[in-house]
């Protein structure tokens, strides 16, 4: 399941929807939050995420397609929002459930890394009077030249 | 002339001051010939010139020497 949305998400409903009888050995899962970016008070900082309806969730199809291909996994579910957020909003949960841990791990590691950089989501800070689109960092560049190894 | 819908987004959206437009070009004509006609055309048109500017045709990622051809729906700039 891949969902682009405004609204905020239940992470306990979005680990049932992983658990399939009989079958599932593991569930592992992340979920993303908007940190405090600014001295200033929360009330006068904001988060808007961006993102290119249509290519956004291919994008995100194809980063979990990628991710069924290299392991053996029973469900994927990414949901991703969009708009404007707050200081310690939930952004982002990515939950993969497989038969054992190691491919469960590996691949909610896989689908975040590649979803930072790929994923056409773009994230804008304002503190105060003053706004800046965050640019994608040389952290996440390392962390995603990993999987190609 | 074709008209090709072209959008932008992020930082870039901020840099041209649109989301979105409209513009007349010749086709086929490749990503990089028509950053050329947007820089030409659009107020601060020339940040579509500067390194690490991505495109995609219909929603699928391009380089600079891939063809805009006849059908195409959307053409989107964009950093990542």
């Not at chain 1, 459930?97 to 469960?104: L, T, V």
């Not at chain 2, 932008?8 to 050329?36: H, N, Q, R, T």
């Not at chain 2, 990622?61 to 063809?67: G, M, Q, V």
Request: aromatic content about 10%; glycine content about 4%.
């Amino acid at each position: 399941m891949i969902l682009v949305q405004e609204e905020d998400f239940d992470v306990d409903v979005l680990y049932k929807r992983l658990l399939h009888a009989n079958k599932t050995g593991a569930v592992a899962m992340f979920v993303g939050l908007v940190r405090q970016f600014s001295d200033l008070p929360n009330d006068e900082c904001s988060f808007e995420l961006e993102h290119y309806p249509g290519m956004t969730e291919r994008n995100l199809q194809a980063i979990v397609d990628e991710a069924n291909q290299r392991w053996a996994l029973i469900d994927v579910c990414v949901v991703h929002r969009v708009g404007r957020l707050s200081v310690d909003d939930q952004i982002v949960f990515v939950g993969v459930s497989a038969s054992h841990r190691a491919e469960a791990f590996q691949a909610c590691d896989f689908i975040m890394d590649y979803l930072k950089s790929r994923a056409a989501f773009w994230k804008k800070e304002t503190q105060g009077a003053k706004s800046h689109w965050v640019e994608a960092n040389e952290k996440d560049q390392h962390s995603l030249a990993r999987w190609s190894k | 002339m074709t008209s090709i819908k072209v959008v932008f987004f992020a930082s870039l959206k901020d840099g041209v001051g649109m989301s979105d437009c409209i513009i007349d070009a010749d086709l086929p004509i490749s990503i990089a010939e028509l950053k050329a006609v947007l820089a030409d055309h659009l107020d601060n048109g020339q940040i579509l010139l500067k390194d690490g500017v991505q495109s995609s045709v219909d929603f699928e990622f391009t380089r600079d020497s891939d063809l805009v051809t006849a059908g195409v729906r959307e053409v989107a700039f964009f950093h990542l």
